[in-house]
């Protein structure tokens, strides 16, 4: 395995960048490196902590990267899936879901799903984290069921959306296979208990459980994001081997030697100083879903109302997606110009693994005069530039230009630098970026791993969906809703 | 036409509703009616400006639904396409690519490009807004250029990821087919300037102009929008027919009878009270793409270091695309616990227009004992709420949940209501969120049709590609990042 040789893993070590930070080098709004130096009792007690928890047992997820027989057991089936079936649709929600499209859409062809059977390693892959009847039922006008299997991942085995996505397809595979409906089931939730589990067990499904004690959005590295993963090729032992050396290297105390707790105390920083919103910006098409992944775990582990303590704090950066070049041409101008209450975090790679060549225009008509010529030449002078050129270059000098751009404009930016894209930087990458969650959530002393708000919600709809015990409930949801007034809607 | 009748016209329009803005009726964080009432000469005076500026033909885009013409033409051009093509290739960057990718996302099959192509009415559809080099070539992996029309979007002509995506397609058509080539490059750019418009002449591509006054980011319903929702069989003279019916409900001066005024005000107002984060969220998966859309109006067209007199003010709300009831799951944590500084602005539907009834969970096992017969009663208890039901009445109660949620948690949000989704009520969210965009800048006193921070960043990249004639930046750029010091990679 390469991944066992310490050179090799030396160059594909995941960097963290800060030269885009520091008010010493970019003025402005910079974050004060005085002050992050100071603060140096800070760092040091929300590593202690986060320790303090881990030892307890707190950090179950940190034990996910360990679980190699796992890894193993899900790359045989992966090879089964494979072999059996034509697609992979995943039912699950919010972090359920996210964890499979980034693992896969990084780690496989930008067009996977399009490919040709014969140029795939395995079956399409459909991760279906929505409650749109038009995207279900839309679903099955291009899948068969009859070879098609349905991963269904809800650790609780109570959301509302992925139980109901499951009664559909269940039902159009009973229709059309009667008992044998059963081997295109396989459930993801918690190990021993949840009607999902009571489901499994009376109907006999496989299973490859959610551990009890790793909260789902910190469970990419569970059978939630590794199945469909496995389904589609990647190579599961690197992807952990890359996590566990991550691991390794966000244990220290120090943050220049810590880059998870060392980005947590950046984002921290920014946020003392108003810069709330925390913009996640690859420069790779293949990391946007790692960047939504991100979006969700920032999000849902930070925003809260009561810190530890419970007292009542309504804290939370918030996160924002953009991908590079492409938004580049829009929230740039936002990012640049407008308000300074953004820290831009960028996701760069230094080899894409694929090159597109840039052709020289050789324009091939006749040329009938003096004007034709001109033009011809201006066309010429203004794109020779880019003839002979690649295109990943042309990408990472956009990606300098930003960098430069803000750092001009005096606001911060830091950069996670992969020096390709594999499984082994990518495990890296995502368990970097929990890690750094939980060194935030340290850090703004919040709970990262509940969610009380989504609850609510959750409660809210089971009213409204008239589901037995919550009468009450939707009792005072009608009486919010009576303030309505039809003057306010125009 | 049935847009033609009046009836049909007022059942199809779109409502905004604001009741769960104001602090009248949701307390907290509420944006506050007395203020709003106070504010009448501002929102008088926004409209009066922007009348001004349209007669004064500051506002080209407002007359691209008058263009039936062109709409003809591109509709008998789409068919055309259809009849000819396997795929239709978008190069363009921004605001050139993002209105393709909305209008036809929100109007054909959510999974137009897996359908077989006798269940298409039309090509499949690309729009490779990226210079990623593994994407750009990825798409040659299955599309063969010779069953391919590729649509260069560019109203300059000179931006870089546009123009190499067109030089490596346009060298793969000419290997391919030889002067033949030039009937697969159909052009949208400046009627008659630029260097793209030079080459159409010279080499003999068809073109579709983008109006000169028209700017890009504004130019959906031009041919950078139209031409791809014609070739998948969207029905353009009802889009256009919806956006003038936009224009007839936004002239009004009075806020409560201009639903793009009223929303512009609401935005600005929280705005003023430190709500600067603006949250644009659809609950119905075929808006995803209008959101991102509307992410990049917004951020481009308000986000701006200076406004009209000169003055530096940094100003700009910060859009924020989420999906219900996907984001749900993750960002409603923060959005109702975090802090208060966010306005949401919700896009519901009435009818989604196609159902996936959720049919009820009847268990086929022999139940051999009491523990297991507990386990059904359970399962059926916890499941049997959503049988019998339909997908849409639970998005729908989540949309409600949510907006429950908020109005209980003291913070505003308000939404527009699309009786269904068709090409009239698209037609018509697209045109108002542009009004609400172009009120949003009087408001805020910017201009909405420049962007020197995109253009910044534009002109640092030909510096750093050793462009002809930017060398002088390109020192400048070297200067900032010898500024880097080792030790802050880590």
Known sequence: MRWEDEAWRAKMRVRLDVNGVWDAR???????????EAEAGRWAEAHAGLEVRREAGGLAWTSLPDQTDTARELTEFGRYAASRFENVVVLGMGGAAAGAT?????????????????????????????????????????????????QVVSKSGTTAETMAQFLVFRRALVNLLGERYREHIVVTTHPTEGVLRLLARQEGYLTFDMPAEVDERFGALSAAGLLPAAAGGVDLAELLAGARYADEVTRDADPWRN????????????????????????????????????????????????????????????????LGATDLHSQAQLYLEGPADKLVHFLLVDEYGREAPIPELRTRVNLPDAAARAARDQVVADLGYLGGELMSHLLQAEARAAETALTEAGRPSLAHRLPQINAFTVGQLLYLLQMQTAYAAELFGVNAYDQPGVEAVKIATYALMNRPGYAARRAEIEGVEAGRRDEWTI
């Open 26 to 36: 970019i003025g402005g709004h910079g974050l004060p490196l005085a002050r992050f």
């Open 102 to 150: 980034a693992l896969h859409a990084a780690l496989t062809h930008p067009y996977w799903n399009l490919l040709p059977p014969v140029s795939r390693v395995g079956p399409r892959l459909f991760v279906l984290d929505t409650g749109d009847p038009v995207a279900v039922s839309g679903l099955l006008d291009l899948v068969d069921p009859g070879r098609t299997l349905f």
């Open 259 to 322: 880059p998870a707790l060392m980005a947590a105390a950046l984002h921290w920083l920014a946020y003392q100083q108003g810069q709330t919103v925390a913009v996640l910006m690859p420069f790779v098409a293949a990391l946007t879903g790692v960047a939504d992944w991100f979006r969700h775990l920032w999000a849902a582990s930070l925003g809260k109302r009561l810190d530890r303590e419970g007292r009542v704090v309504h804290v939370g950066p918030t996160p924002v997606r953009a």
